[in-house]
């Protein structure tokens, strides 16, 4: 978000000395003055200062201002890319009718079930499985809502950490990356094996130029990640809309499963027997559950960032700006939502169907993945403007062309203490389970060690899954 606002340039200061002492203090005082980072004469059309004609709108933030007078009019809101928003609604009607139609037309065929072989199977089961007087599921449950707490409680943490120590975190994941190759390399070298060792020494080298690159820019990305964790621990409603997206698109995706597999078994149980499922079909249905996925992710992202501009853009504490922000997303902004995100889900498709056929996709990949990170600035500013998407694609393009480097060097940079965290929470909230469980099953049979590693390993994965949800908030404040 930051990195999408439409000033000309940037200083972030360092963090006052007084909130580093005082670590109660919840607020932050960042001054934002100048940044020379672009160096040219070629403004993006918001970066055009109003004309004499034009009365330029005044904003003083928490931390800092902006005089231009292009941000989104709350007043007199606009419906963008409105045919995109029809045709999203029409396709999950089509999914959900298609499911149902090609589900229970198909059903299952339960006579060729054996009944006295099931019952055969059943005794025998009941047979060698004794029941332990002493197994309760109660230790299961406790793991699992242990783990899922802890996770949650480290995830928040992890946010405190990030608002206040970002610069320390970022330098110390630099030179844990310099370290691992390192150790990579002594370590093949131990073993004999030359080639990897030189290969883990050039990695090591690559990693220490970068840092050295792009040392002078640490502090830009860490005052970034400062105000994003801070707004998301003001507003904790954009939190709520990431776990709600991820609830939705699990069950968009399950709907999708059930669509999907209901037509490759009614091409199945049809007369001809030479049937085969059309690829125009199957390629359609590919698009819809990406573009489902794609579309509920980036409701979560917009949302955030159009938080992130009405603090910014207001010097007074907000009172539930998350509900205004979801509202805006999900009517004057969502057309604009399907409509990039249908983008990205034509080319995922087409490259599930290269990766199927030919088993290599490597440069869809990746216009895939500069496709994405486009989106997530272009939609950034359809948050902040109100723009449709091509005007807000557009303006971003001029952005990146000025500054288009840095800002990937800022959003990997910021990416650090995220990832970082994410992989953090998934191990103390395994751990945790680990220890409950242990004080309930015997870890020294074989069997209770599977138990609770089993047990513990699907509190981690959930507890994953949330992190990330709370974690991406701060990825989308960034941008």
């Known amino acids: 978000f930051f990195?999408?606002?439409p000033l000309r340039s940037f200083t972030l200061y360092q963090l006052i000395p007084s909130l580093r002492q005082k670590q109660k203090e919840a607020t932050f005082r960042i001054r934002i003055n100048v940044y020379d980072t672009m160096q040219t004469t070629a403004l993006p059309p918001q970066d055009v200062p109003a004309t004499p004609t034009q009365t330029a709108t005044t904003t003083n933030g928490e931390f800092?201002?902006?005089?231009?007078?292009?941000?989104?009019?709350?007043?007199?809101?606009?419906?963008?890319?409105?045919p995109c928003m029809v045709a999203f609604y029409l396709m999950m009607i089509a999914i959900v009718v298609f499911a149902v139609i090609w589900g229970y037309s198909v059903g299952f065929d339960y006579s060729s079930v054996d009944t006295d072989s099931s019952t055969s199977t059943t005794t025998t089961t009941t047979t060698t499985i004794e029941p332990d007087e002493e197994f309760s599921f109660v230790g299961i449950f406790l793991g699992l809502i242990a783990g899922f707490v802890a996770g949650v409680m480290f995830a928040l943490l992890w946010l405190q950490c990030i608002k206040m120590f970002a610069e320390h975190i970022i330098k110390i994941l630099l030179f844990v990356s310099i370290g691992l190759w390192l150790v990579a390399a002594v370590v093949a070298f131990m073993l004999g094996d030359l080639s990897m060792a030189i290969v883990a020494l050039i990695v090591a080298l690559f990693f220490c130029l970068y840092t050295w690159c792009i040392w002078g820019r640490i502090p830009f990305a860490s005052a970034c990640l400062s105000i994003s964790s801070t707004i998301v621990t003001m507003y904790p409603g954009v939190i709520v809309c990431s776990i709600a997206?991820?609830?939705?698109?699990?069950?968009?995706?399950?709907?999708?499963?059930?669509?999907?597999?209901?037509?490759?078994?009614?091409v199945d149980s049809s007369d001809d027997e030479n049937a085969q499922p059309s690829i125009v079909v199957v390629f359609i249905l590919l698009v819809c559950m990406y573009w489902g996925c794609n579309v509920?992710?980036?409701v979560s992202h917009t949302t955030t960032c159009g938080v992130a501009a009405s603090w910014y853009f207001t010097s007074t504490t907000l009172q539930s700006p998350s509900k205004g922000a979801f509202r805006r997303t999900m009517t004057t902004s969502f057309g604009s939502i399907c409509f990039g995100s249908l983008l990205v889900a034509i080319?995922?498709?087409?490259?599930?169907f290269v990766r199927s056929m030919r088993g290599g996709s490597r440069l869809l990949g990746c216009i895939e993945w500069f496709v994405r990170f486009f989106n997530t600035y272009a939609f950034a500013q359809c948050a902040i403007y109100g723009t449709s998407f091509l005007t807000s694609a557009k303006a971003t393009w001029d952005l990146f062309l000025n500054r288009g480097f840095q800002a990937i060097i800022n959003d990997d940079l910021s990416n650090l203490p995220l990832t970082c965290g994410a992989?953090?929470?998934?191990?103390?909230?395994g751990a945790v389970s680990f220890l409950i469980l242990a004080a309930?099953?015997?870890?020294?049979?074989?069997?209770?060690?599977?138990?609770?590693?089993?047990?513990?390993?699907?509190?981690?994965?959930l507890s994953y899954f949330v992190i990330v949800d709370i974690l991406i908030c701060v990825a989308s404040g960034v941008v």
Not at 423 to 429: A, E, I, K, T
């Open 3 to 5: 990195s999408a606002l």
């Open 64 to 82: 800092g201002g902006s005089e231009y007078g292009e941000r989104l009019n709350y007043a007199k809101p606009k419906y963008q890319d409105w």
């Open 245 to 266: 997206a991820s609830v939705i698109t699990l069950v968009w995706f399950f709907m999708w499963i059930w669509s999907a597999v209901g037509y490759t078994a009614s």
């Open 296 to 298: 509920w992710r980036n």
């Open 347 to 352: 080319l995922q498709a087409i490259r599930a």
């Open 423 to 429: 992989l953090l929470g998934f191990l103390v909230s």
């Open 440 to 461: 309930f099953y015997p870890i020294t049979t074989d069997h209770g060690l599977q138990l609770c590693i089993v047990v513990a390993l699907c509190a981690a994965i």
